[in-house]
T-cell receptor
Framework: GDSVTQMEGPVTLSEEAFLTINCTYT??????LFWYVQYPGEGLQLLLKATKADDKGSNKGFEATYRKETTSFHLEKGSVQVSDSAVYFCALKGSGNTGKLIFGQGTTLQVKP | GAGVSQSPSNKVTEKGKDVELRCDPISGHTALYWYRQSLGQGLEFLIY????????KSGLPSDRFSAERTGGSVSTLTIQRTQQEDSAVYLC??????????????FGSGTRLTVV
């Protein structure tokens, strides 16, 4: 079945460091891919998405490119801030007819001043 | 409403008791999903509603779990004879369409269930 694998956390970075959180997926057909973020004490929020191969999703300085050849959707940010500290979830929506999302395990990011 | 509303936000219950968790989706959102987030785990899909019907309930862990949706709006997730392993955050999400792949969800803040 469809699945998503994320790099294990926690990831601890200093402010202004470069961030990469790896995400790979297994799916039949042509899934849509998403990154969600969960800030402390808050609900999940959609961060960015890409719906077809080579699409780049971007938001709040974060980017991720849909790479079908490597079945990956790695999240990157050039310069993290303390306010980026959160849990990040990679997810896919398969080509089935329910629209349900399959989530990775989540990666905790802690940014220190 | 402006967002997805879930109640209660926290629930502590004794093992063996039944609990009901409520989700009020964004007005007009036809698709509604329930997920479970256990400590240190990712999000586990439970059930999907399109309108009042549930075409995918494959994630419900046992027959102690059930859910319904009425009026194409509010949904209730019921857990009967709760067990300690049911302790988790139960998240509800809604979206405009379930079938088409371009819509992201809007999540509620969740109900934290603790079974003691």
């Amino acid at each position: 079945g469809d699945s998503v694998t994320q790099m294990e956390g926690p990831v601890t970075l200093s402010e202004e460091a470069f961030l990469t959180i790896n995400c790979t997926y297994t799916a039949t057909g042509y899934p849509s891919l998403f990154w969600y973020v969960q800030y402390p004490g808050e609900g999940l929020q959609l961060l960015l998405k890409a719906t077809k191969a080579d699409d780049k999703g971007s938001n709040k300085g974060f980017e991720a490119t849909y790479r079908k050849e490597t079945t990956s959707f790695h999240l990157e940010k050039g310069s993290v801030q303390v306010s980026d500290s959160a849990v990040y979830f990679c997810a896919l929506k398969g080509s089935g007819n329910t629209g349900k999302l399959i989530f990775g395990q989540g990666t905790t990011l802690q940014v220190k001043p | 409403g402006a967002g997805v509303s879930q109640s209660p936000s926290n629930k502590v219950t004794e093992k063996g008791k039944d609990v009901e968790l409520r989700c009020d989706p964004i007005s007009g959102h036809t698709a509604l999903y329930w997920y479970r987030q256990s400590l240190g785990q990712g999000l586990e899909f439970l059930i999907y509603f399109q309108g009042n019907s549930a075409p995918d309930k494959s994630g419900l862990p046992s027959d102690r779990f059930s859910a319904e949706r009425t009026g194409g709006s509010v949904s209730t997730l019921t857990i009967q004879r709760t067990q300690q392993e049911d302790s988790a955050v139960y998240l509800c999400a809604s979206s405009l369409q379930g079938t088409y792949s371009n819509y992201g969800y809007t999540f509620g803040s969740g109900t934290r269930l603790t079974v003691v």
